[in-house]
């Protein structure tokens, strides 16, 4: 007997790992790992609370925030290969420039 | 049946069942040598032993003594992690098959010839088998090698891309039994046609379509002849395994052939009716008579296997590719539309 | 049964021709141009004709509800349409006198510029009046009353490149605001105590009252009301935009300012009845006001020269009267009376426009004179309105005018005696003007007429007519003359025999039944022996009013005619007098001085200077100066850095986290 | 059982994710990122979601991450460079990270025993998932197969001439 808080804290804690990688990481495929972190901290939490309320329907998120993280993972690594290709590296802050 | 028994009869089971497959899989590289041997006209090995019966063994003390040495410049620790990852998983995958019935061994044990039934078993094969990819990708990556950095491209990129015709080959049979359990697909194929046709998945609801997926698809993931073109030698050395030597190679070695053993079981279980077949005779052939037939099926797909190898030409990466995914995906696809309709017809 | 008459008709068919003509005449010939103006006023006109056919088969009032307008509550508002013998007799003015005027101008305005635009503004100015006279309730009255007072202001600014007309037009419309908002108050009230501005629930929730004796709501409501139509009829305190106002071309001072528009607010009034006659206060203060004006505005048109000024202040006093006649209560006597102005009064402009026509452009009467025998047509339609003017039997304006005058004889002295002494003065100075305009020799130069009129783009394009000297107009301008003079003449015997108040009884008489005995206004249904004895002594007011009206003619005779050196003696003597008249009793200064001057000093310092600029466009242009400012340092954000804009984000995430939680808190 | 189970594989999905960020070369984090992965789907076996925890290691591990590691071999990517990157990051970022997750955390611990969730307490078997996902969230369902099918086509014009069948992976 787990109380749901410990699976919400987990959930949380990859999360917040999720972020951090965002904020401290400077390479672009690492960023986006951070951000399936998140996702699947997010999908902990779906499932937990599933389990929670006996409602089958936090599972079925989980597939659409799955098939949504798929898409994501196929666009965004499509645009990491086309970034590459014309910037020549991977460290986002090379890649700035969207500035004034 | 008490929890100790349980743990022992489980652990027995493992040990067992690992046994078989490893020796299996060191006589299918034997039986490999041999037939394609024979089939181009050569004797194959045998000196060691009748026939040369105990080659593989002589090949196996020779790779636990050969010197295992680390090339420089490698990423040690995943070069040392990705051989042990490829045949972790390809063991792993042995453990929901099943090869028999339920065993009652006197009054007190009733297990089934199986090291664990879980009732998502084909999903979980194919997680691990999924899973195995990483083994060679890291090594052909890890060994800071052109050739194996292609190899492991060329091997990840051909395993994600025939599992998806390999899945989808696979749920026309689920659409038929309703269900993942391995052991309850292959009940849903007991009886037969008209009294002697069996009721086998390949014989039924255009499941041969389905079979043949699986077979192109499963060549593929395991790296065989005619789609060996990670490991393609007249191109690439040997691919991804090019810097590794003894052990470690031995794993590689011993992670496809599992990998080719986990294939067939899941072939016979699938669409060859499993264990069904004819049984007759007192408890004890009723017992084993099952695991014969599973054994004797899974060595027809093994010889196929390597009839296969000794006949077919490696493809073209192009070509490769564009099979995969311009004839299987959609015809994989077309199936599982087809089986989906009849079924819903029918009831 | 009652026929269905589509009144809607009326007043869209000029609001078609003003569009037709303002989105299309400018590239219209002006024979099209005339044609659509004078199709559709003339349709207005037949349909007007039409309704009067049907007039007898009616059950009046007749009310045609088009559409609800507003609902709000209880208080609703429809476009509605009101009929009733009142609403006929306006219509017949406005449509008949307003097409002889179309006519009129067809030929006056044909050589002006912005021809279109000229009929464009006069079938909208048809529309909105009949939308007033049709109107079934006060809001409906109200849009074609601002609607007629926008109509004024562009065609009293109608020759917008002669500042003093633009500055006119501007007068007229800012005077006329003043009397709006008296209008308003007294409309909001009607809504706040009676919940609706429907002529017939009003009439139905006010007839019960009693008369208010002393000042009280019906009392403000009448004055509020009495105000707008000061505003709107040129009354005391608010008549000083319609002399300014005959900047306009003559037609227009001929049907708006004197024949239609200006009465609009005898036409409320007496609309107004049921209010006013339970308000005496109320109706005192209308009389008091008619009896000043028309006082007032006769002594300053005795000095007038410029012809249309003199027709101006005369309109001004002859409303006057028609205010001491609703006053009075006479309201029938009132709009007798503006009925037969409508014809005279248009007349006296129209055949003055055609003098100034003659005489190309010129307005100062001293520059005039012995016009007679040159345009004779002119003169004899002149006369004739002149005739009907000074109230000489048996012409039109002896007729109403009697009836006002006996009617306010029994009311008070005083008005009487005050509306006599007007008489005498308007049969005065209009014979000054006839004498001033037709008899004696020419004074002014024969030829090149126009140099002293070049100012005004409005008269001096009279030049270009091909044959220099005093002219007679063209058919087109004598025909709507002749019928206006016939008009006069004859237009008064509809009086005769109480006839008239007759067929307006309904109308007035409908609720006044409690004000028949308690409130000594003479009633049309007067008691028979207060008849009797009426009988003599009306014989003889009636004598005296003609008397004074030959009066004033033989004092014009002799002052003007026999020796017209002596009004200048004359004003020689009583010079501070003479000038205080002449300069209208400075009242235009008054009014600057205490008025405008200080209104435009606040609105400038405070207004402008202080509020619009000091803080509304002050905080504008700081809050965009800031906003620049801000984004200017915040673009700074935008490193073009992915990381840098994940802070971002995350810092926002948080604050919601935080405010959440402090929500989730607080709510504990 | 369940408890300890749970600290074990929420410790081992905890290590991977400050493994991930304390990594400096790429196919370590991609590696420790599957870690994570395969210890949530154990998770996920504890809370009953069997077919949840399947598809997480097929899906995910299997594929997503397949395909990240297939792309860090592919562009090669080497180690992390020490670009002096963002303050404001670092400055507003990661102060607001903690402090939301720590506000998060107090909350939740406020919360917590507000309900027990035992090993195997729903019905997670394929069956029900498959009945939920093609009746009550059909239309989800079309949906996102739409997202998906514009995901392959954008990843493909995007990669267009090298490794479209990668991408069509995703």
Redesign the interface.
Same mark, same amino acid.
């Given at each position: 007997?787990?109380?749901?808080?410990?699976? !919400?804290?987990?959930s949380?804690? !990859?999360?917040?790992?999720?972020?951090?990688?965002?904020?401290?990481?400077? =390479?672009i495929?690492?960023?986006?790992?951070?951000i399936?972190?998140m996702l =699947?901290g997010v999908?902990?939490s779906f499932?937990?609370f599933?389990?929670?309320w006996?409602?089958?329907?936090g599972?079925?998120f989980?597939?659409?925030v799955?098939?949504?993280?798929?898409?994501?993972?196929?666009?965004g690594?499509?645009?990491?290969?086309?970034v590459?290709?014309t910037r020549e590296?991977? =460290?986002?802050?090379?890649? =700035?420039?969207?500035?004034? | 049946m008490s929890v100790g028994l349980f743990i022992l009869v489980s652990l027995v089971k493992i040990a067992l069942v690992f046994f078989i497959l490893l020796t299996a899989v060191a006589y299918t590289v034997w039986l490999e040598r041999k037939v394609v041997g024979h089939m181009q006209n050569r004797w194959g090995p045998t000196r060691v032993g009748p026939f040369g019966l105990l080659q593989p063994a002589a090949d196996g003390v020779k790779f636990l003594f050969k010197e295992d040495l680390t090339p420089p410049h490698v990423h040690k620790t995943l070069y040392i992690a990705a051989p042990m990852i490829a045949v972790m998983f390809a063991l792993t995958s042995i453990a929901v098959i099943p090869f028999g019935n339920w065993v009652a061994i006197g009054d007190t044990i009733y297990t089934p010839l199986q090291i664990t039934d879980v009732n998502i078993g084909l999903l979980v094969i194919l997680g691990v088998t999924s899973l195995g990819v990483y083994g060679i990708a890291l090594s052909g990556w890890s060994s800071n090698n052109k050739y194996s950095l292609l190899g492991g491209l060329r091997a990840s990129a051909q395993m994600i891309s025939y599992e998806i015709s390999l899945g989808l080959s696979l749920v026309g049979v689920l659409i038929l039994s309703g269900s993942f359990s391995l052991r309850e697909i292959v009940q849903a194929q007991s009886g037969h046609f008209w009294g002697f046709i069996p009721k086998w998945n390949i014989f039924y609801g255009g499941q041969f379509v389905a079979f043949f997926v699986y077979l192109m698809a499963a060549y593929a993931e395991t790296n065989r002849i005619p789609f060996d073109l990670p490991e393609a030698e007249t191109e690439l050395v040997a691919g991804y395994h090019t810097e590794y030597s003894a052990m470690k190679f031995a794993m590689f070695f011993m992670a496809e052939y599992a990998n080719m053993v986990t294939v067939g079981c899941l072939a016979t279980l699938l669409f060859l009716g499993g264990w069904s077949g004819p049984i007759f005779g007192p408890y004890i052939l009723q017992v084993l008579l099952p695991v014969f037939w599973f054994v004797a099926k899974v060595f027809v797909f093994m010889f196929i296997y390597i009839w296969v190898r000794g006949t077919l030409p490696r493809f073209r990466y192009d070509q490769l590719m564009a099979f995969g995914w311009k004839f299987l995906l959609p015809v994989a696809i077309a199936n599982v539309v087809i089986t989906a309709l009849i079924v819903a017809l029918r009831s | 049964m009652t026929p269905h008459l589509h009144l809607w008709l009326i007043p869209l068919l000029p609001l078609a021709g003003a569009a037709i003509n303002g989105f299309f005449g400018r590239r219209f010939s002006r024979q099209a141009v005339s044609t659509v103006a004078l199709l559709f006023s003339g349709a207005a006109f037949a349909m007007a004709l039409w309704v009067a056919g049907q007039f007898s088969s009616l059950t009046l009032p007749y009310i045609e509800t088009l559409a609800p307008w507003m609902r709000a509550g209880s208080f609703q508002v429809d476009f509605a349409f009101y009929f009733d013998q009142l609403s006929l007799v306006m219509l017949m003015v406005v449509t008949g006198v307003g097409f002889l005027i179309h006519i009129y101008s067809v030929g006056y305005m044909w050589t002006e510029g912005g021809f279109y635009r000229f009929f464009t503004y006069l079938n909208l100015f048809m529309f909105f009046m009949l939308t007033l006279i049709l109107a079934s309730n006060y809001l409906l009255m109200f849009i074609g009353w601002e609607g007629v007072g926008l109509a004024s202001y562009l065609l009293i600014g109608f020759f917008f490149l002669k500042d003093s007309a633009a500055a006119a037009g501007k007068k007229a419309f800012i005077v006329n605001r003043v009397g709006d908002f008296g209008f308003l108050i007294a409309l909001f009230l009607l809504i706040k105590h009676f919940g609706s501005l429907n002529y017939a629930d009003l009439a139905g929730s006010i007839s019960p009252l009693h008369i208010e004796t002393s000042a009280g709501l019906l009392t403000a409501i009448g004055i509020l009301l009495m105000v707008g139509a000061a505003g709107k009829s040129a009354q005391i305190p608010l008549y000083v935009w319609l002399p300014d106002a005959m900047e306009g071309p003559t037609p227009v001072s001929a049907l708006i300012h004197a024949a239609t528009m200006v009465t609009a607010g005898v036409y409320m009034v007496s609309r107004s009845h049921v209010i006013f006659e339970r308000a005496p206060i109320a109706m005192t203060v209308v009389a008091i006001i008619g009896t000043l004006t028309a006082f007032f505005a006769a002594t300053i048109g005795i000095t007038q020269t410029d012809i249309k000024k003199v027709l101006a202040y005369s309109t001004v006093s002859q409303l006057g009267y028609m205010f001491i006649g609703c006053g009075v209560g006479a309201f029938s006597a009132g709009i007798f009376h503006l009925m037969t102005h409508a014809f005279f009064k248009g007349l006296l402009f129209l055949a003055a426009g055609s003098v100034i026509h003659a005489v190309g452009g010129e307005q100062d009467m001293r520059k005039m004179g012995g016009l007679r025998t040159k345009i004779p047509w002119t003169f004899w339609t002149m006369t004739a309105g002149t005739f009907a003017i000074a109230g000489i039997p048996p012409l039109a304006g002896f007729f109403s005018k009697d009836e006002i005058l006996w009617q306010a004889s029994r009311v008070s002295m005083i008005y009487w005696a005050v509306g006599i002494l007007t008489a005498f003065l308007t049969s005065f100075y209009m014979f000054r003007q006839w004498f001033m305009t037709f008899f004696g020799e020419y004074r002014g130069e024969q030829h090149g007429h126009g140099s002293h009129s070049h100012g005004s783009p409005g008269h001096d394009s009279h030049d270009n007519h091909g044959h220099g000297g005093v002219h007679e107009s063209p058919a087109v301008m004598l025909a709507p003359l002749v019928i206006l003079a016939i008009l006069s003449v004859v237009g008064g015997w509809v009086g005769i025999g109480n006839r008239f108040e007759n067929f307006l009884a309904p109308v007035f008489h409908s609720t006044a039944t409690i004000s028949a005995d308690s409130f000594d206004a003479p009633s049309m249904s007067a008691e028979p022996k207060n008849e009797e004895a009426g009988k003599s002594t009306e014989l003889l007011f009636t004598e005296i009013s003609v008397g004074v009206g030959v009066l004033g003619f033989l004092l014009a005779w002799q002052l003007y005619y026999r020796r017209p050196e002596l009004p200048a003696e004359i004003a020689l003597k009583l010079n501070g007098l003479y000038h205080t008249v002449l300069h209208k009793y400075y009242v235009d200064e008054i009014y600057a001085a205490i008025i405008v001057k200080p209104l435009i000093a606040i609105s400038t310092v405070v207004f402008w200077k202080g509020i619009d600029r000091g803080m509304i466009d002050a905080t504008l242009d700081g809050s965009a100066e800031g906003a620049r400012e801000v984004s200017d340092t915040m673009r700074h954000m935008q490193s073009g850095n992915i990381r840098s804009y994940a802070g971002w984000v995350a810092a926002g995430a948080a604050c919601i986290i935080v405010f959440m939680t402090w929500m989730a808190v607080g709510t504990r | 059982m369940h408890l300890i189970l749970f600290l074990i594989f929420g410790a081992v999905c905890v290590a991977g994710a400050v493994n991930l960020l304390l990594q400096h070369h790429p196919i370590d984090s991609a590696l420790s990122l599957v870690v994570v992965m395969g210890a949530l789907a154990a998770e996920y076996l504890l809370l009953g979601a069997e077919f949840v925890a399947a598809v997480q290691v097929i899906v995910y591990a299997g594929a997503i991450m397949v395909l990240f590691v297939f792309v860090i071999m592919l562009l090669n990517a080497g180690e992390e460079a020490r670009s002096g990157g963002s303050r404001i990051a670092w400055v507003i970022g990661v102060p607001g990270m903690l402090l939301g997750s720590i506000l998060m955390a107090w909350v939740l611990l406020k919360h917590s025993g507000t309900g027990q969730v035992e090993v195997g307490s729903l019905p997670g078997s394929p069956q029900d998932i498959g009945w939920l996902l093609f009746h009550d969230f059909l239309l989800p369902f079309e949906v996102t197969s739409i997202l998906v099918l514009i995901a392959i086509m954008g990843a493909v014009v995007l990669a267009s001439h090298a490794q479209s069948a990668e991408k069509k992976e995703g």
């Open positions: 007997m787990v109380p749901l808080s410990y699976y !919400l804290i987990l949380g804690i !990859l999360f917040a790992c999720g972020v951090t990688g965002f904020l401290i990481k400077r =390479n495929i690492t960023i986006f790992m951070s399936e972190l =699947n999908n902990l499932v937990a599933a389990a929670q006996h409602a089958l329907s599972q079925i989980v597939f659409f799955m098939v949504v993280a798929a898409a994501e993972a196929a666009v690594l499509a645009i990491i290969i086309a590459y290709r590296t991977l =460290n986002v802050d090379q890649v =700035n420039l969207l500035k004034l | - | - | -």
